[in-house]
């Protein structure tokens, strides 16, 4: 936990405190009960260029499994249940606010030019509730801190003062330095650019995640100057304000210094994404999803996968995704646009579905591309099955009832329905039509096999049964497997 320093008064200033002596120093302990969060107002800075992604696109645009960086640092401070919201933007900031439209616990606040991160937080105060009693600053580009860790910089934040976030590490490039004074109390945070050579040596920082004391900081924002080597107005200044002021100031180490991972280039991007992919894996693990190889295995936020269920290597599970109980997925396939497999069901390589909801049973186990798809149970997708959904303007959707048997090879262009039990023979290809429940279709353009009945039917689903009595015809070629050859061997 964090320890609770008071700073001495080294250098004489009117006081920033009303009322006599110091507040008192509350002790944090994992018993203590939450603050009230209705109390937290949260500011998220996001307002910096990102010059080393090498883009034009905002850094905090960039995802990371399904989800953009500043969408996980919004979850984060959602994860305490902070009662508002500001963002401070700059760069891109109408493409930054174009993708949270719609949001409404959310402000954006914009900062032009970005005159550093002292700067950026005065821009958000008068988004920040009178009413709030604390002020949680976090960065737009840390996508990994994890709610539990702000909840514990929120109760460590005593009253009339500062909590902050550190982290020791081996790689202290390009973070603030925390100054220890003789004692070990807090001395300060100097900038690296601003280090000496022995400051540069220390190796605990400053992560730029903080709870402050709304009132206090309302006070000592006013006094940041941008007097240092990057002429910015620094946040860490206000933290050094608050500790000349008698002001207490607590530091509240990581435990997980993956927490503190910052998103400055791609490089970075890649490390983060790494961390949360662990960490939706572990808790797929910990539910009774089968991952064989959670190296391969790509599972985006957000995605449902019951017990029991399977994944193979080399799969890519996209974002929204709902998969049941007892399913196989992979290796080698592709669940996108908020699909859903129902119990059972099973997707097997290079098969792509987007948008579409297999049902209880469904199997598409090999080269199928399913989008706009709605599979009743039981049935079967043959081998290269595509429903074509798109036709150069507009995506249709493609209907498939219960039980039916779609041969390989088969084009279904949408729109398109096939009924319940219906048949479709291998390589056809069906134009915008709607077979009816129960008949077989074969052939390009598809057409209704004739005679329909029995017999017909157990040809094109290449069945033992399918067996004809008399001379073969040209019905029995059509087979479930699709080719004359697979027809002749069972003959
Ligand atoms: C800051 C801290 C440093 C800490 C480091 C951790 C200061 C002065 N320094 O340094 O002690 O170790 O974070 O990563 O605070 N931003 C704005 N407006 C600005 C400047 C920045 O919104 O004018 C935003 C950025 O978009 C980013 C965050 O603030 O999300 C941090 O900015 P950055 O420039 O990365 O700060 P550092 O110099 O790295
Ligand atoms: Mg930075």
């Excluded at 186990?365 to 303007?393: C, F, P, Q, R």
């Excluded at 052939?443 to 009945?453: M, T, Y």
């Amino acid at each position: 936990m964090g320890r609770c320093e008071r700073t001495r008064n080294r250098v004489q200033s009117p006081p920033l405190f009303s009322g006599s002596g110091l507040p008192p120093c509350p002790r944090v302990s994992a018993t203590r009960s939450h603050k009230s969060h209705s109390e937290v107002a949260a500011v998220i800075l996001a307002a910096g260029k990102g010059t080393r992604m090498k883009s034009p696109k905002p850094k905090v645009l960039f995802e990371i499994c399904g989800r953009s960086l500043l969408g996980h640092a919004i979850d984060s401070v959602r994860g305490v249940h902070a009662r508002s919201i500001a963002i401070v933007v700059g760069h891109g900031r109408e493409e930054v606010r174009r993708e949270f439209e719609g949001e409404r616990d959310l402000s954006f606040v914009t900062q032009d030019p970005p005159r550093g991160t002292g700067d950026a937080v005065r821009v958000a105060m008068p988004s920040v509730p009178s009413s709030a009693e604390l002020v949680l600053v976090t960065y737009g580009d840390m996508p990994c801190l994890a709610p539990t860790t702000l909840n514990r910089l929120i109760e460590a934040k005593p009253r009339g003062g500062v909590a902050l976030l550190t982290v020791t590490r081996e790689k202290a490039h390009g973070f603030g330095r925390i100054l220890r004074d003789p004692d070990g109390g807090f001395a300060g945070i100097r900038e690296e650019k601003d280090c000496s050579s022995e400051e540069r040596a220390i190796r605990e920082v400053n992560v730029g995640v903080y709870a402050f004391d709304r009132e206090v900081l309302v006070r000592v924002l006013p006094r940041i100057t941008a007097n240092n080597a990057q002429r910015e107005y620094y946040l860490t200044d206000a933290v050094l304000e608050i500790a000349k002021h008698a002001g207490l100031v607590r530091l509240v180490p990581l435990e997980d210094e993956n927490e503190a991972l910052g998103v400055n280039s791609l490089s970075e991007l890649a490390m983060a994404r790494s961390v949360w992919q662990e960490r939706i894996l572990e808790r797929h693990l910990a539910n009774g999803v089968h991952v064989v190889d959670p190296e391969t295995a790509r599972i985006d936020v957000d995605v449902e996968i019951g017990v029991g269920t399977v994944i193979q290597p080399f799969t890519v599970i996209r974002k929204g995704c709902k998969i049941g109980s007892n399913c196989e997925v992979g290796p080698f396939a592709h669940l996108r646009g908020e699909s859903v497999l129902e119990d059972g069901a099973k997707v097997g390589n290079y098969v792509e579905v987007k948008k579409s909801t297999l049902g209880k049973g469904v199997k598409a186990m090999h080269l199928a591309y399913l989008g706009d798809t709605t599979v009743g149970e039981g049935s079967n997708i043959g081998a290269g099955t595509i429903t074509a959904n798109y036709d150069g303007k507009a995506k249709w959707p493609t209907l498939i009832g219960a039980r039916a048997f779609i041969g390989s090879g088969t084009v279904l262009v949408a729109p398109s329905t096939v009924g319940a039990d219906a048949i479709v023979g291998a390589g056809a290809i069906v134009t915008r039509k709607k077979i009816p429940a129960g008949d077989v279709w074969v052939g390009v353009p598809a057409r209704p096999l004739q005679p329909k009945g029995p017999v017909a039917r157990a040809a094109a689903s290449g069945s033992a049964s399918a067996k004809p009595k008399r001379k073969a015809t040209k019905t029995s070629r059509v087979t479930r497997g699709g080719s004359r050859a697979a027809s002749r061997r069972s003959r």
